[in-house]
């Protein structure tokens, strides 16, 4: 083990993986910080820059930025009510009203002390398990990670709790988008239409530049033109962050419920926020405090969702099978460079894994350095016009995509799915499970086949105890979320909820 942590830290010291660290971790803090941005449309806009960049390189430039995003996002959150990024919505409960009590870098201090605490230990997590992934993946044939990938899905559906029909057809819709154009094994054209442009099939990337960044920009751009403001805060931030310390056992409990949903596609941090902010007020002593300016309430959102980036890459890196948008953009880095995640990457390149876990825990020291001297720069971005920041998030978008293959189609077909991502954000629908869609209905198409060859009747799906085990998960969560759906249904039936 000590060997390969020699190795992994011998990649970081390349100065192509240094100079990523350092604009992933602070260009995640900017954007994070700048409310209506968000960590999705960032790595949207880099993914095709980092296809030209030695796999570490790439995916420690995204990793800083997914890493990074939240400790910005909880800036406006906390000064102005405004979440830098969704997942910072929980912050505003305890974060405002601290600052409208005069405790703002009281605030600031706490969340981002929670934030790294969570981070640090997310990762150490990750890296002492390490070892005992590299044994469980081999276990992994193709039929079980067909498997995976179909309990990925119903995850993500079961997740949009209240949606769970919208989800399930978005998810639908994703992994008939990646079934079009040419099957690669009897070469025969689907969904094509007798449209040459269309044999290739759909790239991923098209797709989510179009859903999240195009759209992003179109919704910036017909709402009204708003600059909110924020006041400067002054003192001793490092006071603040150390008083962390003083709630170890909140902080403790979120990063521990942050590790968990991060673990399990399609959960993520609004499961894991909302478990380890409903714990943290079920324990506490002032439990009226909440939602009103608590400090542990405060602690608990924060450390719960920045828990999660590191833990999310396990199903990645294990099983080649993403969690949420962001981990399935940086599969798309992996495949252009021939590194497939699954369980030959913990046999052959434990290295690589360890490599990105001790990025994770760089790029957090450099985070909360950065974060203690720069809260009030950060405050001037917070100002920006939103119309200007639509423009050039369209702008970024459409040169990253035409860089691709040169290609003015593909600006075409994203600038169609940017109108169809506006629409499905107007209508409240979600939009992740399309993206999730294509990505593992791509993976359970290709292992499904590999399987097919093997695969005499469908009992032998639970021939083996690690299949047998998936399918009765899958059984079990489809059978709980039915009843748990028929059950409110009965009690309101006039409510009766979209899934």
């Not at 968000?38 to 820059?49: E, K, T």
């Not at 906390?78 to 009203?97: M, S």
């Not at 119903?154 to 154009?181: P, W």
């Not at 880095?333 to 390149?349: D, E, I, R, S």
Request: some cysteine; aromatic content about 8%; hydrophobic content about 55%.
């Amino acid at each position: 083990m000590l060997e390969t942590l020699f190795l992994a830290a011998d990649h970081l010291l390349h100065w192509q993986v240094i100079v990523a660290l350092f604009i992933g971790s602070i260009g995640g803090v900017i954007i994070g910080a700048i409310p209506g941005v968000g960590p999705a449309v960032a790595i949207a806009i880099l993914l095709p820059a980092t296809f030209s960049m030695e796999p570490l390189v790439g995916l420690t430039l995204l990793l800083g930025i997914y890493g990074s995003s939240m400790y910005g996002g909880s800036l406006p959150a906390i000064l102005i009510n405004t979440p830098g990024t969704a997942v910072n919505a929980l912050t505003t409960y305890d974060g405002y009203p601290m600052t409208k009590r005069g405790e703002a870098l009281r605030a600031l201090g706490l969340a981002y002390g929670a934030s790294f605490f969570s981070a640090i230990f997310s990762v150490v997590v990750l890296i002492l398990l390490a070892p005992v992934l590299a044994k469980v993946a081999p276990m992994f044939g193709s039929r079980e990670i067909f498997l995976a990938a179909l309990l990925g899905v119903v995850l993500v559906i079961v997740a949009h709790k209240g949606q769970m029909a919208a989800a399930g057809m978005m998810a639908g819709f994703g992994i008939l988008l990646q079934s079009v154009g040419m099957e690669p094994v009897n070469y025969t054209m689907r969904f094509t239409f007798g449209l040459a442009w269309l044999t290739s099939g759909l790239d991923l990337i098209v797709v989510v530049l179009g859903l999240f960044a195009i759209s992003q920009a179109f919704v910036l751009m017909v709402e009204p033109e708003s600059a909110p403001d924020a006041k400067s805060v002054s003192g001793s931030m490092g006071g603040a962050v150390r008083e962390v310390l003083g709630y170890k056992r909140v902080a403790l409990t979120g990063s521990g419920f942050g590790v968990l949903m991060g673990m399990i596609p399609g959960v993520g941090e609004f499961t894991a926020q909302f478990l380890s902010y409903t714990t943290a007020r079920r324990f506490s002593k002032d439990p009226d405090s909440f939602g009103k300016g608590s400090p542990e309430g405060l602690v608990a959102s924060e450390s719960a969702n920045n828990a999660v980036p590191a833990a999310a890459m396990i199903p990645l890196l294990a099983l080649g099978i993403p969690g949420e948008a962001l981990t399935a953009m940086m599969l798309s880095v992996f495949y252009v460079h021939n590194v497939v995640p699954g369980p030959n990457l913990f046999q052959n390149q434990l290295d690589f894994v360890y490599a990105l876990y001790l990025a994770l825990i760089v790029l957090n020291i450099i985070v909360i350095l950065w974060m203690l001297v720069s809260s009030n720069l950060l405050i001037h971005l917070i100002r920006v016009p939103t119309r200007f920041l639509g423009m050039g998030i369209l702008i970024l978008s459409f040169v990253g995509i035409y860089s691709l293959r040169n290609s003015a189609v593909d600006c075409l077909v994203a600038a169609g799915f940017g109108v169809f991502g506006l629409i499905v954000k107007r209508l409240n629908l979600p939009v992740v499970p399309i993206i999730l869609g294509m990505v593992l209905g791509n993976i359970m198409e290709v292992k499904l086949r590999a399987a097919a060859a093997r695969i005499e009747s469908p009992l032998d799906f639970v021939s083996r105890p690690i299949s047998a085990l998936l399918v009765i998960a899958i059984v079990l969560i489809v059978v709980q979320a039915l009843r748990t759906t028929l059950r409110d249904w009965a009690e309101d039936p006039s409510a009766e909820t979209h899934s």
